[in-house]
T-cell receptor
């Protein structure tokens, strides 16, 4: 069973640009959650998508957005990049149904904003 | 509001020593789930254990054991006879909704096991 796949693994962008990150969940999983990991703030929940709808959202500015496609693959977009957006972005895949409590994480995309 | 505190930022032990990683949580909910994840240098978070608030039974899995005490809001993790491969960052996390899809993480503990 293939795991959670995040692409690309590494990205370098310039301040002011925008970026799109991709996450392919485990086959059969319908929920994708995104997390940002930085040395200063640690791991923080960004948002969760389930069946193409955003179900939960963390406390991040509107520059951070996402979407989910009918095959459950999800993309995360950050517009007008700031230096502080440099982070490891992790996505987690889970079945997403009621009572399900285990999420499997990808290896992350390391974004560097210069 | 929910909060998870891992007061130990870094721990170093010599191989074969036992080590305990502390986790203290805060939540207003009566139903919640606690998790431990391991993050090796490769970056992905590896699931170790999930415990719900109604199950205070301690658990042992090989060299790993967990002690959940609601009275002190703690969910500590012990590695017995540590090995170099245990070196990683360990995160404790809390979910109030019963879902692992929206987790509140502690700041993590960097464990280094020296040969």
């Amino acid at each position: 069973k293939a795991g959670v796949t995040q692409t690309p693994r590494y990205l370098i962008k310039t301040r002011g640009q925008q970026v799109t990150l991709s996450c392919s969940p485990i086959s059969g999983h319908r929920s994708v959650s995104w997390y940002q990991q930085t040395p200063g703030q640690g791991l923080q929940f960004l948002f969760e998508y389930f069946s193409e709808t955003q179900r939960n959202k963390g406390n991040f500015p509107g520059r951070f957005s996402g979407r989910q496609f009918s095959n459950s693959r999800s993309e995360m977009n950050v517009s007008t990049l700031e230096l502080g957006d440099s982070a490891l972005y992790l996505c987690a895949s889970s079945w997403g149904g009621r009572g399900n409590t285990e999420a499997f994480f990808g290896q992350g995309t390391r974004l560097t904003v210069v | 509001a929910q909060k998870v505190t891992q007061a130990q930022t870094e721990i170093s032990v010599v191989e074969k020593e036992d080590v305990t990683l502390d986790c203290v949580y805060e939540t207003r909910d009566t139903t919640y789930y606690l998790f431990w994840y391991k993050q090796p240098p490769s970056g992905e978070l590896v699931f170790l254990i999930r415990r719900n608030s109604f199950d205070e039974q301690n658990e042992i899995s090989g060299r790993y054991s967990w002690n959940f005490q609601k009275s002190t809001s703690s969910f500590n993790f012990t590695i017995t006879a540590s090995q170099v491969v245990d070196s990683a960052v360990y995160f404790c996390a809390l979910s109030e909704t019963g879902s692992a899809r929206q987790l509140t993480f502690g700041s993590g503990t960097q464990l280094t096991v020296l040969p």
